[in-house]
């Protein structure tokens, strides 16, 4: 059984008589609204705009999100509605006096407010200030807690009398609306209510959300449109295999013994992508292999995609990934040839071990199982969440979602057996941009420690998934598709593979769960180009392009979307680097059955307020590491004797100490929060304080 209900009841920090005052104007609302619909439909005004209930001076404008590098603020502010909007955000349209119900609630009780659309997100703003910043929630410098993307947006649902029905691209929007259901591709649900706005004000909203939330062409996203200067901070530790140094430095990282680096060679046969559209400009081959040679064996497969090296053992054993031959040809003597250069790039010629990934898993049969779970995550009302509890587990094994992530990590299980005992292994599948992504990475992970860093799982994403051809814009459905057949979350099926990992090796990873799950928000954020674009093809026509080229901005800069203090989060204080041994005595191997795997709750539940934990949770144990790891720097720093120095160049941060199941996803207000240092990503607290707070004696 799943957690149910807690009530929390907040307190509005006015005074007393604007308290009286709000009362009233919301107690008021409902009927005046009434009246000004009514005046708006007998005088046939489609742009008639109510103020009654929302008044301008009452409504609190959130506070600033981040400034820009040069002292200006990184928002400018649209005074008819106090949304904030980035440089090049544009405000579309709004509905006034709109009623947002609280995720899975019985649907009774809203808060008012005004609903508005712009061309980068939807954004609903009430009285009570609930879009402005507090220290319980992660906070995002592009969009606030109350605003969600536009590409975010999986599906809309209307209801108009009592039928309700799903409002897709291309539709006529009906003319009167009584309310909306939106699911969100992270799974977070909005739920609208229009019974006291006026009738205009939702056609026109419902149709500019319909254009701009499904965009039919790339140059539609948002990522053309925003101006803001680009100050990178990105840690050069982060390889975005765009420049051949960072396939040199690659090369040299895996096969330090210099005679196995002579069987693999940096070849430039796709520097103007004339070879494969979908792979990088650098690849590396097999020696034995010229790229006139490659340029002809390339014809035969899907997607012109020869095999390529992913990585090397301390052995000399690859792991090679490789797309099927195309099905026009019937002659299989191309990929032979090709597994006979895998072989002669062995160092002792051995036999490559082939791993076909594509017999019992598919994009397809992907999006039809998550399709199926998301359904069990995002519940419309209390009933619908009631009833899929009383058989939850019965349900999410009928999706299939667990099976595909356990048979993930089975095959890279079986690639890591036969690499450890010195065999090369080929993984191949379909074009080889996707279940070939996610098992070569998983293989990584668990052979390389470095890849279980936080720099060094960005870059493996960067080598094995943007540079290696991934299509994020299909799979992602970034843009509106007549078929939705290529729309499948390939990467979220891996960041859930890589939580199982670190749940059972939760001293292996230096990423937190925070990490991972704010990846998967990130990806829906029409800003990176790391998730906007299919391969390194469009991202370099996008950049170049005369008339108007696009800035490449990395998601892996993440100072574009959060503080240091929320930055913190993302690095796990359990973390203890496998150094011991040599990279050889670093490896992990996982349990992948299904009773072995669990239910990644702080990714698909957050949004899910009955199944919070107030005051407790997981993340509690995680607080009191870090609270421990600050002792144990403290007093490394006074043996060392230089206590003083790090704390000075620290910055103060507000530290939750009531924190929920969800932190930072939480669906509350804030509660206590402790003003102290950060220093060497842990929490600075002191002795009395941790006494105070202690995680043993907290009350649930």
Known sequence: MRRGFVKDWEVNPRSELDDALTSIRRYSMQSTAVVQAFAMESKSCNNFISYVGLEEHEMQVPGPRRCHPLGSSRRSSLSESNIKLLPGEIFITKAQSVHMFAPVSDLTQGTAGVLSITNFKLSFITTDDVNGEDSARQQNHLYGYMDTCLTNIEDIYITVGDKKRRLVPGSTVPSKVKGIFIICKNLRTWSFSFKFSPIGQVNMLLTALLHHAFPSRHHLLFAYDYSEAYYSSLDKAVRLFRDISDWHSELER???????????????????????????RY?????????????????????????????????????????????????RMQENIMFENVRKSHPQKMAPIVLELNKDVSVKLIAVAFSKFATLCSPENIRQFWLQDNNF??????????KYVSYCLQKAVEACEHLHLGFSVILQEGAGTDTCCIVSSLVQLLLDPYFRTVTGFQSLLQKEWVAGGHPFCDRLGHIAKRSSEKQSPLFLLYLDCVWQLSQQFPGDFEFTETYLTTLWDAAHVSIFDTFIFNC????????????????????????????EQDILLFYNPLYSPREVGGRDKSIIKPLYSLPSLELWAQCYFRWIPALEIRNGGRNHIELYARLLRNDVNQLRMSVNGDCGSPVAKSNSCSVQMNIDSFYPFSNKKPGNAVSTPIMNSSILVTESLLDAQSMITASD
């Open 393 to 402: 587990y019965s349900l999410v094994e009928g999706t299939k979602w667990l």
């Open 536 to 563: 390194e093809k469009d991202r370099v026509a996008a950049a170049t392009e005369p008339t108007k080229p696009l800035i490449l901005r990395s998601v892996w800069d993440w100072r574009e979307q959060f503080s």
């Open 283 to 331: 690849i590396i081959v097999p020696t034995c292999i010229t790229d006139s040679q490659l340029m002809d064996a390339a014809k035969h497969f899907q997607g012109n995609r020869p095999p390529i090296w992913s990585w090397s053992s301390v052995h000399g054993a690859a792991l090679v990934k490789m797309s099927e031959l195309s099905p026009l040809v019937t002659n």
């Open 254 to 280: 895996t096969m330090s013994n210099e005679k196995f680096r002579k069987f693999w060679r940096l070849s430039t046969v796709n520097v103007d992508f004339k070879l494969c559209r979908s792979l990088s």
